[in-house]
């Protein structure tokens, strides 16, 4: 198979094309710029590549109802040029194949429970960390879209003790994303994350407002694994100071070998590593093709 | 059709019968002793009825998969002399019909997304607030279950800055079941919520518990409609001080008509009434019945 996948950032613009075996044959980055450039990019990289399906990982708010009058569009993004866009509808008008069009975070999380570190169980989470911070929500075997789709980076948070920083976040100020973004550590301690050494105490209340969120999403959805991917998570001792902190947030309360015993293999990178974010898009493409999704 | 529903609670335990439509023919309510007597009154109850199936909606927490050698069974409940009792096992033994199995708040969904409020919708929360704190998940047309099952009564909260109390949850003391429970009310106010007058300060403060945890779980999961029942849900003053909570949680992030525009019909009482517990035990019995659960 050649399946087309698109990782719609708003930062990075990814082109790829894979097979069903969740190899990446070939890959091309962008830096995202407008609908019309972005646009016109795909199209010239997907033109003589024949491929069978495309599927696209995109930044949201987007509309995922296939009944919607504007399913495939940008919604309500700030994102300049990009609010109202018929992404999808755009795309279709050139490829005549079946189309997978989801968020970024639930491409990521269809594409570890298809290939990744989820691979085989029913459910997941996908958390990424970065410039902002977007969960990817699979369970009993779907991605989970309801009334628009999850946007659980944005959830109340309790205050670290010890921390005053007032949150970045222009509609929630101090929920998840604005204390514990990228640009929020950056503005907490004056020094991007990837600046701060490993023994900083940042990483204890970066790792503080993420174990929070991910053990009431625990108790919320009792996902079967937790995967967290996104700039912020390559420093790599947040690992195990937010599996302690979920830990002691739960303390015991949720009775599964999972998480009383084997939390190492709970809260883990992506399997797929980088490339989980492409390979989420062609996880939605596959499972377009194989008429597994839905929608589209 | 004739059949059969167990709403299994804590201090209450209800059969009864009823048909496809949602209407309950019969039923009979005990106060839930030890398991052997409450199985005997449920065997004792169901004996003549031919019923074509049961559907048992239970406290929690219980084994809900298949493939367990503990499946059916009550498992990590403090509660005397349930904890490690195969429930669903001791009826099936007494009775060759479907069965339908999940927790009381699961299968209260289950019951409004089928006959009550939630009617047509592929998803509903269902949060029972009473003596304890619980959430049903029903999401793109499933109950949710994953590696336990939702225990959304026990998420972190973010406490209140006129409130000192020290919360009652023998696990996390401050969650929201240790915050806005009916015997949380009762411990903080020295007076039971029936006799608190709707203007009292307590409603405020509880719905501010209730009304962030909602809020964190309409972005995580973005049900189609939320649904509070319970004891302390009587106090209808909650409804509107809840919504108006729950608004400012959000801020305008999440944008869709039902939370923009239509909260009233967005977070509502039970569309079953006090029947909704009874009335989802008979959904899970029903779809039991027809196949379309995947467990039991």
């Excluded at 069903?20 to 980055?29: C, F, K, L, P």
């Excluded at 940008?74 to 194949?97: I, M, Q």
Aim: some cysteine; overall charge negative.
């Amino acid at each position: 198979m050649r399946i087309g996948a698109i990782e719609a950032g708003g930062t990075k613009f990814v082109c790829g094309i894979g097979d069903e075996r969740g190899t990446i044959a070939d890959s091309i980055s962008f830096p995202t710029e407008s609908p019309e450039t972005m646009l016109g990019k795909a199209i010239a990289y997907f033109k003589d590549k024949r491929v069978e399906a495309i599927g696209i990982g995109a930044f949201g708010p987007i509309d995922l109802h296939p009944e919607s009058p504007t399913f495939g569009f940008v919604t309500t993004t700030p994102k300049s040029g990009w609010r109202g866009f018929d992404f999808l509808g755009a795309l279709r008008s050139e490829f005549p194949v079946p189309f997978g069009w989801d968020t970024d975070v639930n491409a990521a999380a269809l594409g570890e429970a298809t290939w990744g570190t989820a691979k085989g169980l029913n459910s997941c989470l996908y958390y990424t960390v970065g410039t902002g911070v977007g969960v990817g929500v699979y369970l009993e075997g779907r991605l989970v879209h309801g009334l628009v789709h999850p946007e659980g980076g944005h959830v109340p948070t309790r205050r670290h003790p010890d921390d005053d920083f007032a949150g970045l976040c222009p509609y929630h100020a101090d929920c998840l994303e604005g204390m514990a973004s990228g640009p929020a550590i950056e503005a907490r301690w004056k020094a991007k994350g990837q600046a701060l050494p490993s023994d900083h105490p940042a990483w204890e209340i970066e790792a503080y407002y993420l174990a929070q969120a991910i053990a009431g999403a625990v108790l919320l959805m009792s996902p079967e694994k937790v995967v967290l991917g996104g700039g912020v998570m390559q420093q790599s001792r947040l690992f195990p100071l937010i599996r302690a902190e979920v830990r002691r947030n739960l303390n015991g309360y949720v009775v599964a070998n999972e998480i009383l015993e084997r939390m190492d293999e709970y809260i883990v990178p992506p399997g797929l590593g980088q490339r989980a974010g492409l390979c989420g898009a062609l996880a939605l493409g596959l499972a377009a093709l194989q008429g597994t999704l839905r929608s589209t």
